[in-house]
């Protein structure tokens, strides 16, 4: 069974501050893993990663894989208070249609 | 853009009650999925479809059943809704084969309550 546990499970930091968010997976056949943000409606695309040490990069957002080590971390530079929201952490296997979403973590920034 | 679009964002049924739970997605995807989304659970993924006319379990299916017969149009169905069914619903579609590197987009959810 495809396992993927985020961390930590809420966070609350100040305007400005960065964070790091981790996501560790436990998944046959890996094939990509997946970020998403959700906030108040539907959860919104952010990251896709196949490959490991590659960073993916949007304005303040980062993330990067290590496929050895069965993670990956989302960055958030210069934290605003628009980025206050739960972020999804998914995997998805190899000849699957599926994500397996791990419980998310839900990030406050407080002005 | 892509456009998910669920028929309710608030449905209040009664146990036992009969309800349907409708998604529609604009960009001609062959895949739709239902999950539901409970505080301390994450997103689980109750059925989805990869083909009209097409149904797989996904790891919460009983209780549900699913509708596929329009490429654009995915139905969740509660036979017998009971109260361990109230959660967030969220449908989400996705093009391209099994082994294909796509991304789900998901509609807005439909937050039920059974009382």
């Known amino acids: 069974e495809d396992k993927v546990v985020q961390s930590p499970l809420s966070l609350v930091v100040h305007e400005g501050d960065t964070v790091t968010l981790n996501c560790s997976y436990e998944?046959?056949?890996?094939?990509?893993l997946l970020w998403y943000k959700q906030e108040k409606k539907a959860p919104t695309f952010l990251f896709m990663l196949?490959?490991?040490?590659i960073e993916k990069k949007s304005g303040r957002l980062s993330s990067i894989l290590d496929k050895k080590e069965l993670f990956s971390i989302l960055n958030i530079t210069a934290t605003q208070t628009g980025d206050s929201a739960i972020y999804l952490c998914?995997?998805?296997?190899?000849?699957?249609?599926?994500?397996?979403f791990g419980k998310g973590t839900k990030l406050s920034v407080i002005p | 853009d892509v456009k998910v679009t669920q028929s309710s964002r608030y449905l209040v049924k009664r146990t036992g009650e009969k309800v349907f739970l409708e998604c529609v997605q604009d960009?001609?995807?062959?895949?739709m999925f239902w999950y539901r989304q409970d505080p301390g659970l994450g997103l689980r993924l109750i059925y989805f479809?990869?083909?009209?006319?097409?149904?797989e379990k996904g790891d919460i299916p009983e209780g549900y059943s699913v509708s596929r017969e329009k490429k654009e149009r995915f139905s969740l169905i509660l036979e017998s809704a009971s109260t361990n069914q109230t959660s967030m619903y969220l449908c989400?579609?996705?093009?391209?084969?099994?082994?294909?590197?796509?991304?789900?987009?998901f509609g807005p959810g439909t937050r039920l309550t059974v009382l």
């Open positions: 989400a579609s996705s093009f391209g084969a099994k082994d294909s590197y796509n991304e789900q987009f």
């Open positions: 998944v046959t056949n890996f094939r990509s």
């Open positions: 196949t490959s490991s040490g």
């Open positions: 998914a995997v998805r296997r190899a000849g699957s249609y599926q994500l397996t």
């Open positions: 960009m001609d995807h062959e895949n």
């Open positions: 479809s990869y083909d009209v006319k097409m149904k």
